[in-house]
């Protein structure tokens, strides 16, 4: 039993790690090409490889979509492949040099934002502590942002704005960790590759339009060879080997347990920002330490929570 909790642990660090390297790669790659057409070949690697898999676990008939809530499925495809690849990048590109750390906490966000989402979706209202500690993880990313000088962000909101898409594309990850309740005879493997596969025709209609519109540019022979390395990390570490060990990992520690090691994202982004030489400043460091210790403290308060109502319904009527 010991080993095999020990398993997951290493599944959701391998997934975490993963996910908190991909900013300081997109860094390098968004000064190649834009985030659309980047996502567009990063997904279309991802989705089959995704396909691949989902074909050797559960064969042809899981492609089979007759009588399944195939709309459904395209919107959930589409904010988190689409909505998350297009925002959260985008906002990393606007935001500069500092781009990665900022995505990154933000990220570490998303189980808080959940919250938010779940009052919203399914009308579950959080509780009051929870509350408390959205507020502050809010808190700890205004530092971030800002680098403690809130005063300029409230001056000249507009320089900010770049930041918004970031939140944006977190929710669009958030509504689509949540779609997955609404298909439970679904494996991992299966709503992974399906809802990638609907996402894509998103995905590849919004690039296709910016591009006509004049938007963006494809990028040329130069910047893809460019890139090349990017989009394999991007496609194949973060995304498939990221995707399958959160899932894994998750499925043996419980979500509860896995949602700690979102802190693991913007710690290693961090890291190798600073062996870059993008060094956060004080600030950023103690926004970032605010934002892990409001994930950590509601966590532990759920626990305490699920554990009073698992006594009460043991008590005798």
Known sequence: M?????????FCLIATLSWGGMFPVMTSALTRVDPFHFTAIRYAIAGLAFALLLLMKEG????????????????????????FGFLMFLGQQLAGPTG?????????????????????????????????????????????????????????PASFAAYLPLVA????????????????????????????????????????????????????????????????????????????SWNMGNNIITPLNGVLFMDVVPLTTFIISALTGIVPHPVQIGGACITAAALILNNVYQRRRLAALLKASALPA
């Open 169 to 244: 594309g977190a929710l669009c990850w958030v509504v689509y960790t949540l779609g997955v309740s609404f298909f439970p005879a679904w494996s991992p493997y299966r709503y992974t590759t399906l809802t990638t596969i609907l996402g894509l025709s998103s995905v590849f209609f919004v690039t296709i339009f910016l591009n006509l519109s004049g938007y963006i540019v494809t990028p040329g022979a130069a910047d893809l060879a460019a890139i090349a390395p990017h989009l394999f990390y991007m496609s194949l570490v973060a995304g498939v080997i990221g995707v399958l």
């Open 2 to 10: 010991k080993s095999k909790y020990s398993t997951g642990v290493i």
């Open 60 to 83: 042809w008939k899981s492609f089979s979509l007759k009588g399944e809530r195939v709309f459904l499925a395209w919107v959930l495809g589409t904010a988190g492949f689409a909505g």
């Open 100 to 156: 990665a750390l900022t995505a990154s906490i933000i990220s570490a966000t998303v189980p808080l934002l959940s919250v938010l989402a779940n009052w919203a979706i399914r009308g579950v209202k959080p509780a009051k502590a929870t509350t408390g500690f959205i507020l502050m993880s809010f808190v700890g990313v205004v530092l971030v942002i800002t680098d403690g000088n809130i005063s300029a962000m409230l001056s000249h």
